[in-house]
């Protein structure tokens, strides 16, 4: 049997393939598509993220629509007083000394007027009773007539002159009163540092306000403490 020529199986060359190492083969790269529909899970958290910006929309915005200026009123910051402009009138001391300078002023003129007036009406009364008796010619009448008329216009025009002098007086009295007290209060707000400081009075443009926010008491005693300093 040693000399006997051993045949190969057919299948020898096969076998002998199924029994070697595998070759190693290279991996084989997958094209993905440029773009990939989101999975499930990225699905739940996107609708996730969507969600809370909403609420979170939602939550900050707004019921009504209100004015900036009527929120900064209605916030506690905003602090606001008011000054009785009348009180301030009636007993600031450098008001009354004003006024009275004012009303002496006017009464002097009024009884200058008044004089004046008297003696041209009882001129002018004269005059009458000569021209009725005949006792005056026409051609003084006429002289005298003339003269009487530039008496009437002259005191018409003085009067005029004075009342607008009284006038210019009352304005330029509260225009100093003005100046006095808004200085006043700028200075006197650098402790208080209140937003706004009012000004109430009769007929004026504030029809209502709260009486706790009224300051006029301090303010008139600061006032007339300043003028009186100043007067030392």
Do not use: W
């Not at 499930?40 to 009504?64: A, D, R």
């Not at 004075?162 to 509260?174: G, I, P, S």
Request: contains cysteine; glycine residues 2%; neutral net charge.
């Amino acid at each position: 049997m040693q000399g006997e020529n051993f045949e190969e199986p057919e299948n020898y060359q096969a076998n002998e393939e199924l029994h070697a190492f595998p070759k190693e083969e290279k991996p084989v790269s997958v094209k993905r598509p440029f773009f990939s529909p989101p999975t499930f899970t990225e699905c739940i958290l996107l609708f996730g993220l969507i969600v809370l910006y909403v609420l979170f929309l939602t939550s900050n915005k707004p019921e009504k629509a209100v004015p900036i200026a009527f929120q900064k009123a209605g916030t506690k910051s905003t602090s606001v007083v008011f000054v009785n402009i009348d009180s301030l009138n009636a007993k600031y001391e450098f008001v009354k000394l004003m006024k009275n300078d004012l009303v002496s002023t006017g009464k002097r003129m009024q009884n200058e007027i008044l004089s004046e007036q008297a003696a041209f009406e009882k001129e002018a009364a004269d005059f009458q009773k000569q021209v009725a008796a005949n006792s005056i010619s026409e051609e003084k009448a006429k002289t005298v007539y003339e003269k009487l008329m530039q008496k009437q216009q002259a005191l018409v025009d003085k009067k005029d002159r004075y009342t607008q002098q009284v006038a210019d007086k009352e304005m330029k009295m509260n225009l100093t009163l003005l100046d006095t007290v808004t200085n006043f209060l700028k200075r006197y707000n650098r402790t208080y540092k209140y937003d706004y400081i009012m000004g109430l009075k009769t007929a004026g443009e504030i029809l209502v306000a709260n009486d706790t926010l009224d300051i006029t008491k301090d303010v008139l005693d600061a006032l007339n403490r300043t003028y009186q300093e100043k007067k030392k």
